[in-house]
């Protein structure tokens, strides 16, 4: 599976910005999707997950302000981030699962200004 994301940028605090994981895959309907981000000196993070089923996770930090979609048929993992701060600075990566086995995108740097 290869993955590649996109629409990451520079936006100001309260902004908004969607990011989208491209998905090369003959059963993208069965895997585990998720964004994870990274800031400088920290580890990364899980931000939100979407099960095959649909069923979505957050990190706290982000409930009620990220949403996290998958669109099946375009094999396409998006994440919608609304009012964002600048404690969202970070490099995003998309992750696809299936079962034991896990893919990574390369990231795409979000840069939130205040």
């Known amino acids: 599976v290869q993955l590649q994301a996109s629409g990451g940028g520079l936006v100001q605090a309260g902004g908004s910005l969607r990011l989208s994981c491209a998905a090369s895959a003959s059963r993208f309907n069965v895997l585990a999707l998720a964004w994870y981000r990274q800031a400088p000196g920290r580890e990364r993070e899980s931000v939100a997950s979407?099960?095959?089923?649909?069923?979505?996770n957050y990190v706290h930090s982000v409930k009620e302000r990220f949403a996290i979609s998958r669109d099946n048929a375009k094999n396409t993992v998006h994440l919608q981030m609304n009012d964002l701060k600048p404690e969202d600075t970070a490099v995003y990566f998309c992750?696809?699962?299936?079962?034991?086995?896990?893919?990574w995108g390369q990231g795409t740097q979000v840069t939130v200004s205040s």
């Open positions: 992750n696809a699962k299936w079962g034991s086995v896990s893919w």
């Open positions: 979407i099960s095959a089923a649909g069923r979505r």
